[in-house]
């Protein structure tokens, strides 16, 4: 494949010159900071964040055997699927291509950017048909997103599909790997190195329990990394968010302990739902979560909110006609939804 990003960049982007702060123009130690108009008062919160997140990238770049270089962090997940638009897709003019159900905020953020959005449905399994997918380009097309494991079925879509996927297609594939901790698929960031069109987005927000930390993460080529970087707020992560950060990383083992319980927690859910009789089918899952198809999804889900236990109607969603969606809580959590499923019978 003859790759060439510069052709897939807004001539604008191309250009841009970008924002420098002080924190740019230097590096190093020093006693005294007299650069960026801050207050010298209540330290360390006076002080801006580091704008490339060193330290922080550091031990991601431990965890995930990924080189700094190759890794942006940014305010969720949803930051980086922004920044993609706005480098890449001229509006008005250029188009995505996205499977049919997924995860909404690639429709929010196309959207907000004037970005059509051409959807493949899966299969009646949410399997993906990559030769659909790949039908569905057109010459105005810079981008495919797939999420695997998907939201809201669930499931991890065929690697092998993915792969042809991004040896088809001469612009960026975006896989979003959200759940790729509760997946016995592997992850395709050993894949980075071959193929210079992959964008893999991965989050804090779910296995590590993060979600309220808002920090995400995109990993590509070096020039796609530096396009984001280039375009992103100067201080796109506060230094809460990346002191905590940096703190809850160091336990990697309990995050694994958390992922142990979460696994057998889905399978004992997913025992216990097929045993009532408003539940129709559940959907396999490779998640952190089960997609149920029920009897009166509404009426059931209204009935849960009088017992005080949300969960996510999703029955109005293409091929989720029916369907709730349910997390897998702590064991306390699960026993209370059956407890309250207990009623119903």
């Known amino acids: 494949m003859n790759f060439d990003i510069d052709r897939l960049l807004r001539r604008n982007i191309r250009n841009l010159k970008p924002y420098s702060s002080a924190r740019d123009e230097f590096s190093g130690e020093a006693a005294v900071f007299l650069d960026a108009n801050e207050n010298p008062y209540n330290s360390p919160w006076n002080r801006y964040p580091d704008p490339h997140q060193r330290i922080l990238k ?9 080189p700094t270089e190759k890794i942006f962090l940014g305010n969720g997940s949803d930051e980086p699927i922004d920044l993609l638009f706005r480098a890449f897709c001229e509006p008005a003019k250029d188009n995505v291509v996205s499977i049919n159900p997924t995860y909404g905020m690639y429709r929010v ?21 990559a030769g659909s ?12 997103f797939l999420c695997s494991p998907n939201n809201p079925t669930g499931n991890a879509l065929d690697n092998c599909g993915i792969l042809q996927i991004i040896s088809n297609f001469n612009g960026l594939v975006v896989v979003d790997e959200a759940y790729i901790d509760f997946c016995p698929e592997k992850s395709l960031l050993p894949d980075l190195d071959k193929y210079p069109n992959l964008v ?27 396009v984001l970087s280039r375009i992103k707020y100067p ?5 809460l968010t990346q002191q905590k950060g940096l703190e809850l990383l160091a336990g990697e083992q309990l995050k694994n302990e958390w992922v142990k319980i979460i696994l057998k927690e889905r399978e004992k859910m997913i025992r216990n739902l097929l045993l ?4 129709i089918k559940v959907y396999p899952s490779d ?17 849960l909110v009088d017992e005080k236990i949300i969960v996510r109607d999703r029955s109005s969603i293409a091929l989720c006609e029916g369907c709730l969606r349910i997390s897998i809580g702590s064991p306390e959590e699960n026993a209370t939804l059956m407890e309250a499923f207990d009623q119903l019978i």
């Open 287 to 303: 998640a952190n979560f089960v997609l149920v198809q029920v009897y009166d999804p509404r009426g059931i889900y209204n009935y």
């Open 133 to 144: 997918v790949l039908a569905a380009v057109t010459a105005e097309t810079k981008i495919i």
């Open 200 to 226: 893999i987005l991965q989050t804090f927000s779910k296995a590590w329990g993060m979600a309220g930390l808002r920090l995400g993460m995109a990993f590509a080529n070096e020039k796609i990394i530096e």
């Open 109 to 129: 953020a196309a959207d907000t950017n004037n970005i059509a959005v051409n959807q493949v449905a899966l299969t009646s399994d949410f399997e993906l048909d």
């Open 235 to 239: 201080y796109n992560l506060n230094i």
């Open 276 to 279: 009532y009789p408003f539940v």
């Open 58 to 66: 550091e031990k991601v770049c431990e965890i995930k055997h990924v």
